[in-house]
């Protein structure tokens, strides 16, 4: 380990001789009126430096997107730079003419995706696709832009990159997709590779992988690589070195081990604390009566059928069962399509399940019907993934809170009574109460949507996603008020997630889920410490950052 | 959240200006019988009198003798009756079939659908005319048979509102607190889907305040109401000799569905910011 830190710190002192690939002075880039603040990147300089990874970290609406739009020239309209120089070899990006930047385009700097779906075209092959790079610049003949193509496929690692040439865009996976992304931005070889956040739409397994691909192509074409990322785990997998950046500034600057091992600044410090640690502690495990017992669930999808085609059967919940005890939180976890969230609806009965019990303190929720259900539903209830969308934005929050009490009979006063007290409890003004959601922040709205889950006092909760679209801080003050609430009434917690540090947060036991099946379920210190199956095994060694912890942990 | 509203929607030059002159025809309308306290039907001068050539009559007069400004007056009154009346009503229909079937689904979507498409695909004017000629002309008639000609575009477009608000996460919050499906369709859904039918509704007076005109040019207009259809119909002949007949009534059916048609593209913009055309 501490070899090869040595071989990169080396690495990267023989560079700070090279020329910088790129550099960006003094660079201001100025918001429409009326937004919250009057530049959106703000004074900020700093050099791309050939076979050097250069992470920009920081949460959203910091700016750090903005300075790669910048780069390419794709700042939205209202958008402009007002200040400062982007300086690739000699000339100034900024002052190019449309032309002459479309021409650097591609052959310069290169830029990859969030979202690699909505960054190819549907309608068009693989290969045709990077053949078009070819194209727009006028480069080779058609026949010698598909060989090229296939070359490249080969050389991201894609596998049977003949076949996935003359692929259409939803027949690849979502790690193959961002790999045909990195070849079309390759194809031309340029000297600076831009990457937005190119790992967050994919699974943890996925991402390790294409890392990996993106650390390696960079160190075999020496390119200066700007990488986009509000994930400190992918810092410590992927960056050389790293600049902080918050309110459009750079607040710290310096090579990945200063700056993880020992920040300066107080909001790199506020950062890094939040990160969930990666170590779940050994609890005692909880002896009560259990609250929920799961036996046998199974739910499955039918798709696409007609009279011609046979549809395909999706088996989305295989055969789920586990019990949870009263004042238990436990974890489900998955990578997408395992089956995690349906598992969770079920429960609650957003979706029926097609055979199982879902015994809720002794009754099968499983088959309950009208009235029934809409009386008993009342004592599980759910915490959504999206702090924008759980709200209904035409509603004030004393209405949001008061509606469910008031469907279930409490008087207007009582519920809106109530309804203040939730709010502090949760650790907001009680004066929200007659504000509209789109006033507050994500986690301000999070909080919101947490208070009305426990409106009608449930005895267990599902919290879908909960923390997933939350910044890393404000996820840490979600997951501090979660834990609280949970001791203060004692709720039995199921908490559906992706992440595994966050599991490893707050989780006494730990279901991992594959394909509609729970492949391991056990204590979280287990499945983190001593995990039985294989795959089980790859999610944790995927986990990024998670050398580097190791490292520290152990001295 | 009204002060957004109207700076979005006077940043379109365009539906300001379309709400002024809305704003003029009403008020046109409204004090018609102060302007012109005699019927539009009385004769009072000669007939074919030509537009500009007397004070009193500043716009002339027709096949026998009826002042055409003060009948431009009255018209606008039928006009602007007619248009909010039908329209209003056609979303009382137009609404909960939506509502009710992208709720559902299902079933109950496809019974209301197949309902929806009875009607869609009889062409919307012989339908009209169908129905007036049947119940007898008169201002009632004419405001069904706009209401239940135009109301398929609303059916589905608040089905469509509904089938992807249902699958929001604040929805299925209600669901789970256990709302009654009406309080869910009337207190979570509906409101977000107002935007839309506000824009819808504007363009729909104008439609309607078209129909009503070429209703009452084919004669089939309530025959003791003077409006700006029954006026070109009735000009239809004399044309070559008198232009102004036509000419005047046309004007005015045209700059009032002009207003309407701005307003609703300006309402667009303000209620649906980000569908907003880049650039204003």
Same mark, same amino acid.
């Given at each position: 380990?501490h070899?090869?830190?040595?071989? &990169?710190a080396r690495a990267?002192?023989?560079?700070m001789?090279?020329?910088?690939?790129?550099?960006i002075?003094h660079?201001?880039?100025?918001l429409p009126?009326?937004?919250?603040?009057?530049?959106?990147?703000?004074?900020v300089?700093?050099? #791309?430096?050939?076979?050097e990874?250069?992470?920009?970290?920081g949460?959203?609406g910091s700016?750090?997107s903005?300075?790669a739009n910048?780069?390419?020239?794709l700042l939205?309209?209202?958008?402009?730079?007002?200040?400062?120089?982007?300086?690739?070899?000699d000339?100034?990006?900024?002052t190019?003419s449309?032309?002459e930047? &479309?021409?650097?385009r591609?052959?310069?700097m290169?830029?990859?995706f969030q979202?690699?779906?909505?960054?190819?075209n549907?309608?068009?092959k693989?290969?045709?696709q990077?053949a078009?790079?070819?194209?727009?610049?006028?480069?080779?003949?058609p /026949?010698?832009?598909?060989d090229?193509a296939?070359?490249?496929?080969?050389?991201?690692?894609i596998p049977?990159?003949e076949?996935a040439a003359r692929?259409?865009?939803?027949?690849?996976?979502?790690?193959?997709?961002?790999?045909?992304?990195?070849?079309?931005?390759?194809?031309?070889e340029?000297?600076?590779l831009?990457?937005?956040?190119?790992?967050?739409?994919?699974d943890?397994?996925?991402?390790?992988?294409?890392?990996?691909?993106i &650390?390696h192509l960079?160190r075999?074409?020496d390119?200066?690589?700007?990488f986009?990322?509000?994930?400190?785990?992918?810092?410590?997998?992927?960056a050389d /070195?790293v600049a902080?950046?918050?309110?459009g500034?750079?607040?710290?600057?310096?090579?990945v081990?200063?700056?993880?091992?020992h920040?300066?600044?107080?909001y790199?410090?506020?950062?890094i604390?939040a990160?969930? &640690?990666?170590s779940a502690d050994?609890?005692?495990a909880?002896e009560? !009566?259990?609250?929920l017992a799961?036996?046998?669930?199974?739910?499955t999808?039918?798709?696409?059928?007609?009279?011609?085609?046979?549809?395909?059967?999706?088996?989305?919940?295989n055969d789920?069962?586990?019990?949870l005890a009263?004042?238990?939180?436990?974890?489900i976890?998955?990578?997408?399509?395992s089956g995690?969230?349906?598992?969770?609806?079920?429960?609650v009965?957003l979706?029926?399940?097609?055979?199982?019990?879902v015994?809720?303190?002794?009754?099968d929720?499983?088959?309950?019907?009208g009235?029934?259900?809409?009386r008993?539903r009342k004592?599980?209830?759910?915490?959504?993934q999206?702090?924008?969308?759980?709200l209904n934005?035409?509603?004030?929050v004393?209405?949001?809170?008061?509606e469910?009490?008031?469907?279930h009979g409490?008087?207007?006063?009582?519920?809106?009574?109530?309804?203040?007290?939730?709010?502090?409890l949760?650790?907001?003004?009680?004066?929200?109460?007659?504000?509209?959601p789109?006033?507050?922040?994500g986690?301000?709205?999070?909080?919101?949507?947490?208070a009305?889950?426990?409106?009608l006092e449930?005895?267990?909760?599902i919290?879908?996603e909960a923390?997933? !679209?939350l910044d890393v801080?404000i996820?840490a003050?979600?997951?501090?008020?979660?834990?609280?609430?949970?001791a203060?009434?004692?709720?039995?917690?199921?908490?559906i997630?992706?992440d595994?540090?966050v599991?490893?947060?707050?989780?006494?036991?730990?279901a991992v889920?594959?394909?509609?099946?729970i492949?391991?379920?056990?204590?979280?210190?287990?499945?983190f410490?001593?995990?039985r199956?294989?795959y089980?095994?790859?999610l944790?060694?995927a986990?990024?950052?998670?050398e580097?912890e190791?490292?520290?942990m152990?001295? | 959240?009204m002060?957004?509203?109207?700076?979005? +929607?006077?940043?379109?030059?365009?539906?300001?200006?379309g709400? +002024?002159? #809305?704003?003029?025809?009403?008020v046109?309308?409204?004090i018609a019988?102060? #302007?012109?306290p005699?019927?539009?039907?009385?004769?009072v001068?000669r007939p074919?009198?030509?537009?500009f050539e007397?004070?009193?009559?500043?716009?002339?007069?027709d096949t026998?003798?009826?002042?055409?400004?003060s009948?431009?007056?009255y018209?606008?009154?039928?006009?602007l009756?007619?248009?909010l009346v039908?329209?209003?009503?056609?979303l009382l229909?137009g609404i909960?079939?939506g509502?009710?079937?992208g709720y559902?689904?299902?079933?109950?979507d496809d019974a209301?659908?197949?309902f929806?498409?009875l009607f869609?695909?009889?062409?919307?004017?012989?339908?009209a005319?169908?129905?007036?000629?049947?119940?007898?002309?008169?201002?009632?008639?004419?405001i069904?048979?706009?209401?239940?000609?135009?109301?398929?575009p609303?059916?589905?477009?608040?089905?469509g509102?509904f089938?992807?608000l249902r699958q929001?996460?604040?929805?299925?919050?209600?669901?789970l607190s256990?709302q009654?499906?009406?309080?869910?369709?009337?207190?979570?859904?509906?409101?977000?889907?107002?935007?839309?039918?506000?824009?819808l509704a504007?363009?729909?007076?104008a439609t309607?305040? #078209?129909?009503?005109?070429?209703l009452? +040019?084919?004669?089939?207009?309530?025959?003791n109401?003077?409006?700006?259809?029954?006026?070109?119909?009735?000009? /239809?002949t004399v044309?070559?000799q008198?232009w102004w007949?036509?000419?005047?009534?046309?004007v005015a059916?045209l700059?009032?569905?002009?207003?309407?048609?701005?307003?609703?593209?300006?309402?667009?913009?303000a209620?649906?910011?980000?569908l907003a055309?880049?650039g204003k």
């Amino acid at each position: 380990m501490h070899s090869i830190r040595a071989l &990169r710190a080396r690495a990267s002192k023989g560079t700070m001789m090279a020329t910088p690939a790129a550099r960006i002075e003094h660079l201001k880039i100025a918001l429409p009126e009326g937004a919250d603040r009057a530049l959106a990147v703000d004074d900020v300089s700093f050099d #791309l430096v050939p076979g050097e990874i250069l992470c920009i970290v920081g949460e959203s609406g910091s700016g750090k997107s903005m300075s790669a739009n910048a780069m390419m020239g794709l700042l939205p309209d209202l958008v402009r730079p007002v200040g400062g120089r982007i300086l690739v070899g000699d000339k100034d990006i900024l002052t190019l003419s449309d032309k002459e930047r &479309r021409d650097m385009r591609g052959r310069a700097m290169a830029m990859i995706f969030q979202e690699p779906m909505s960054a190819l075209n549907p309608l068009m092959k693989v290969a045709d696709q990077i053949a078009e790079v070819y194209e727009a610049h006028g480069l080779l003949t058609p /026949r010698e832009r598909k060989d090229r193509a296939v070359q490249l496929l080969t050389e991201v690692g894609i596998p049977e990159p003949e076949k996935a040439a003359r692929a259409y865009p939803f027949q690849l996976s979502g790690g193959q997709r961002q790999r045909v992304m990195i070849a079309m931005a390759l194809a031309l070889e340029p000297k600076i590779l831009i990457a937005d956040e190119p790992t967050t739409a994919l699974d943890v397994t996925t991402q390790a992988q294409i890392l990996d691909l993106i &650390r390696h192509l960079q160190r075999e074409r020496d390119m200066a690589v700007m990488f986009i990322t509000h994930d400190f785990g992918v810092v410590a997998e992927i960056a050389d /070195r790293v600049a902080v950046m918050q309110f459009g500034k750079i607040v710290e600057e310096g090579s990945v081990d200063d700056v993880l091992d020992h920040p300066q600044h107080d909001y790199t410090r506020k950062l890094i604390a939040a990160i969930p &640690r990666l170590s779940a502690d050994r609890r005692a495990a909880i002896e009560k !009566a259990p609250i929920l017992a799961v036996e046998g669930l199974n739910k499955t999808y039918h798709t696409g059928g007609s009279m011609f085609a046979k549809g395909r059967v999706v088996h989305a919940v295989n055969d789920v069962s586990f019990v949870l005890a009263d004042g238990e939180t436990l974890g489900i976890v998955g990578e997408s399509g395992s089956g995690k969230s349906s598992v969770g609806r079920c429960l609650v009965r957003l979706l029926d399940p097609d055979s199982g019990v879902v015994k809720l303190g002794g009754v099968d929720m499983a088959y309950m019907k009208g009235e029934e259900l809409r009386r008993e539903r009342k004592r599980i209830q759910m915490i959504f993934q999206d702090p924008y969308a759980s709200l209904n934005p035409r509603s004030r929050v004393g209405r949001i809170l008061s509606e469910g009490p008031m469907a279930h009979g409490k008087p207007k006063d009582e519920a809106y009574q109530r309804a203040s007290e939730l709010l502090e409890l949760v650790g907001l003004d009680a004066s929200a109460i007659d504000r509209y959601p789109h006033e507050f922040s994500g986690g301000q709205r999070q909080r919101i949507g947490i208070a009305r889950a426990l409106a009608l006092e449930p005895e267990v909760i599902i919290a879908d996603e909960a923390v997933s !679209a939350l910044d890393v801080s404000i996820q840490a003050q979600v997951l501090d008020l979660l834990a609280d609430l949970k001791a203060r009434l004692n709720l039995a917690l199921v908490f559906i997630t992706h992440d595994l540090r966050v599991a490893a947060q707050v989780c006494d036991r730990i279901a991992v889920m594959q394909k509609g099946r729970i492949v391991e379920l056990g204590p979280a210190y287990d499945i983190f410490n001593d995990p039985r199956d294989a795959y089980t095994r790859s999610l944790i060694e995927a986990i990024p950052g998670r050398e580097k912890e190791l490292a520290a942990m152990t001295g | 959240m009204m002060g957004d509203f109207w700076k979005r +929607f006077s940043r379109n030059r365009g539906a300001v200006i379309g709400l +002024f002159i #809305l704003l003029l025809v009403v008020v046109v309308a409204a004090i018609a019988p102060l #302007l012109f306290p005699d019927s539009p039907w009385r004769m009072v001068q000669r007939p074919f009198l030509p537009p500009f050539e007397m004070s009193e009559y500043p716009l002339g007069t027709d096949t026998i003798g009826r002042n055409v400004i003060s009948g431009l007056a009255y018209g606008a009154q039928v006009s602007l009756l007619v248009g909010l009346v039908s329209t209003v009503v056609s979303l009382l229909i137009g609404i909960p079939i939506g509502a009710l079937a992208g709720y559902f689904g299902g079933f109950v979507d496809d019974a209301l659908m197949r309902f929806t498409e009875l009607f869609q695909t009889v062409p919307n004017f012989a339908l009209a005319i169908v129905l007036v000629a049947i119940f007898e002309p008169s201002i009632y008639s004419i405001i069904a048979a706009i209401a239940i000609v135009s109301w398929p575009p609303v059916a589905r477009l608040v089905r469509g509102e509904f089938l992807s608000l249902r699958q929001r996460e604040y929805v299925e919050a209600a669901t789970l607190s256990g709302q009654s499906h009406a309080a869910i369709i009337w207190r979570q859904i509906l409101p977000n889907t107002l935007s839309p039918i506000i824009v819808l509704a504007s363009l729909m007076v104008a439609t309607a305040i #078209l129909l009503e005109s070429s209703l009452s +040019f084919l004669g089939l207009g309530d025959p003791n109401l003077m409006s700006w259809g029954y006026m070109i119909g009735a000009a /239809r002949t004399v044309i070559r000799q008198a232009w102004w007949l036509s000419f005047f009534p046309g004007v005015a059916i045209l700059l009032t569905v002009l207003a309407l048609n701005l307003i609703g593209e300006g309402l667009n913009d303000a209620l649906n910011p980000r569908l907003a055309r880049k650039g204003k």
